[in-house]
């Protein structure tokens, strides 16, 4: 019996790759301890953002 939500676990999975990427590249360009932190809040939620300016840049909104 299949419900529908195997698209979701694919759309999870990128969205995970996005935050790793954004990750590594806020962590990258941080110096000190607060900025680091800050690199890892900018990290979780920066593919959301980024989602949000493209479906915005679509009209989808």
């Known amino acids: ?7 979701a676990a694919g759309g999870g999975a990128f969205y995970f790759m996005g ?4 990750w590594v ?12 932190v800050w690199a890892i809040f900018q990290g979780l ?9 493209a479906f915005k840049a679509l ?3």
């Open 1 to 7: 019996m299949s419900n529908g939500n195997a698209g």
């Open 45 to 53: 939620f920066w593919p959301a953002f980024l989602i949000h300016d």
């Open 59 to 61: 009209n989808v909104f």
């Open 25 to 36: 590249y806020f962590w990258q360009e941080a110096e000190g301890f607060w900025l680091h």
């Open 19 to 22: 935050i790793l990427g954004s």
